[in-house]
């Protein structure tokens, strides 16, 4: 479809989103345009997005509630929406924006999901999967650094030797929308990195030349299923029967940092946000931490 590639074109290259993301967004609208051109026909209407209106929106969305979408699910659908509507209407290829008037769905807030400190050390200082030595030094580099600096997945599995400066003990991330942020790195985990650097990542890179920090057993880089993987049988070997996912270790970081005094603009600088008030969740995870200290510690709670 001619409006949607063009958007997604778009997306690309003026708004410097990565492939990932515009796949995305792609995935989103095909859907959402299936669904809508199939309804336009039954109205016998002609099946084109000059056709769209906002009431075929909200049956969209209506339509994924019932199949059981989480709102969180629905709200992100929407805003696919919303920047594909903006943007037919900016550039003339719609008479209104269809989008504009559409409310999102009401959010739960849920509490992320965070470890212990005795958990925290399970994973960096306990047994660590791996065929070799220089798979377990890899993985523990992994968690070392995705505990030490609360990247997301995406962009630990984008660092590139370079990008790190074990000097100055920092990394170069590119985050969200390309942008580049310098995280620091605390001693531990850049011993951990720099172990792995000087003798382990060779044996991974077997003679060939891949820019990329952490590499798989064939020597590429690894990718974030693969992180995933080694995180699975982490839990598997550690007995962790609590669901642990890479972006954990985030909101972990973030929680840890808080409680021990850190304020909330830096750590919306350290994770990358855009917006404080998408880091403002950990205030509810620390408020929660207290509650339950208070609850098994005060004699009349």
Do not use: W
């Not at 929106?57 to 696919?80: E, M, P, Q």
């Not at 550039?91 to 992320?112: C, E, I, M, N, Y």
């Not at 050390?121 to 377990?136: I, K």
């Not at 170069?172 to 942008?179: A, I």
Request: proline residues 4%; aromatic residues 8%; hydrophobic residues 40%.
């Amino acid at each position: 479809m001619e409006e949607l590639k063009e958007y997604l074109d778009y997306l690309l290259v003026q708004r410097n989103l990565s492939p990932a993301t515009v796949e995305a967004y792609e995935r989103d609208l095909t859907h959402f345009l299936a669904f809508a051109f199939e309804q336009l026909e039954l109205l016998d209407r002609p099946p084109t997005v000059q056709e769209v209106d906002k009431y075929l929106v909200r049956d969209y969305l209506a339509f994924l509630t019932r199949a059981g979408y989480s709102r969180s699910s629905v709200a992100r659908r929407l805003a696919s929406i919303r920047g594909f509507s903006r943007f037919l209407f900016a550039h003339g290829r719609v008479a209104r924006d269809f989008a504009l008037s559409v409310g999102t769905p009401k959010q739960a807030k849920t509490v992320p999901e965070i470890m212990t400190m005795e958990e925290i050390r399970s994973f960096l200082e306990g047994r660590m999967p791996g065929r070799t030595e220089a798979l377990q030094a890899r993985n523990r580099a992994i968690f070392e650094l995705l505990y030490a600096t609360g990247i997301r997945l995406a962009e630990l599995v984008g660092l590139d030797v370079a990008d790190v400066d074990p000097t100055n003990h920092y990394v170069r991330v590119l985050g969200k929308g390309r942008k580049e942020r310098i995280v620091p790195v605390g001693e531990y985990a850049m011993a951990c990195v720099h172990n792995y650097c000087q003798n382990y990542r060779g044996q991974l890179l077997q003679n060939k030349e891949n820019p990329a920090l952490f590499l798989n057993a064939a020597g590429e880089r690894i990718t974030p299923r693969g992180v995933q993987y080694v995180l699975e049988e982490c839990c598997k070997l550690l007995a962790v029967h609590k669901r642990i996912t890479p972006h954990t270790f985030r909101h972990t970081f973030a929680t840890h940092l808080l409680d021990n005094g850190a304020d909330l603009r830096s750590i919306q600088e350290l994770l990358g946000h855009s917006s404080l008030s998408t880091t403002q969740i950990y205030t509810k995870v620390t408020r929660s931490h207290l509650k339950s200290v208070y609850n098994r510690a005060h004699p009349r709670a």
